[in-house]
């Protein structure tokens, strides 16, 4: 949808997308006035807290004056960003499904929406995965046979077009789910087990898994745990994203791998 934006750059953004909180804050410190609860980095950020993603505080939103407000298809409600342009206040709405359109994105909000030049992180950013070939380095080609759980209570896993599923395809993992029809389909555990994945890979977000809650479901197979911010975020993290991910599964050679972890 077209954002109309006012004839002067934004002087009070709210955002309600972590990944876009860390982008601004980063790039033009005291641009931002609101973000949500969940938007926690930097880790000094000092902004009116809003709400969650999924639930934030209109009111307060309006209560702010924003000039801009930040916000992303998969992430926030149609409602919400809907009640706000009611409320006369542009929606800058982003729609990311791989890197590349996470490139051009946080290129065109920053420059475009904000206003501002282009940090010297994104460039960085897409220096340290312009390294990494499409398809992956990391691994033989074809990758090992991943599947990779977002949530528990239901099972649910990245399935087609989604961001983190992208960065795992250039690391070299061969996802199992990728051409399923949905994006986050929710599949059973008994299903998961005889899909017999070579690897299972479970960040710490959307669903906190750890070391006790996740890895029991699947015994017998190397389960790597890695940094949600590295994965699902689009922003700053994507400098070191490529080391700290390859870090992760590197500990956790797949099955029939054949190989020593480094």
Not at 26 to 50: E, F, K, Q, Y
Not at 184 to 208: G, H, K, Q, S, W
Not at 251 to 256: D, E, I, L, S, V
């Amino acid at each position: 949808m077209p954002v109309r934006l006012g004839p002067r750059p934004p002087r009070r953004v709210v955002s309600l997308v972590p990944s876009l909180t860390e982008a601004v804050a980063v790039t033009a410190p005291g641009l931002l006035v609101g973000a949500t609860d969940w938007c926690s980095h930097p880790a000094d950020l000092a902004v009116t807290r809003i709400g969650g993603t999924k639930n934030p505080d209109v009111p307060r939103v309006l209560a702010l004056e924003p000039d801009l407000v930040l916000a992303n298809d998969e992430e926030n409600r149609r409602p919400d960003l809907e009640a706000l342009r009611a409320a006369g206040v542009p929606v800058w709405v982003t729609d990311i499904r791989t890197l590349d359109d996470a490139f051009r994105s946080l290129d065109r909000l920053l420059t475009t929406a904000c206003r501002l030049p282009r940090p010297a992180w994104l460039d960085e950013a897409e220096a340290a995965w312009a390294r990494i070939a499409p398809g992956g380095t990391l691994r033989e080609p074809g990758g090992p046979r991943t599947i990779v759980p977002v949530w528990r209570r239901p099972w649910m896993v990245l399935g087609r077009d989604t961001f983190a599923g992208d960065l795992l395809h250039r690391l070299g993992l061969r996802l199992v789910h990728a051409d399923h029809p949905q994006r986050y389909p929710a599949i059973p555990l008994p299903e998961l087990l005889a899909c017999r994945p070579e690897l299972v890979v479970l960040p710490d977000e959307p669903y906190r898994f750890t070391a006790e809650d996740g890895p029991e479901a699947f015994p017998g197979t190397p389960v790597a745990l890695v940094s949600g911010r590295h994965l699902t975020w689009y922003g700053p993290s994507l400098v070191t994203a490529p080391a700290v991910l390859r870090q992760a599964l590197d500990r956790h050679p797949p099955a029939g791998d054949g190989k020593d972890a480094p």
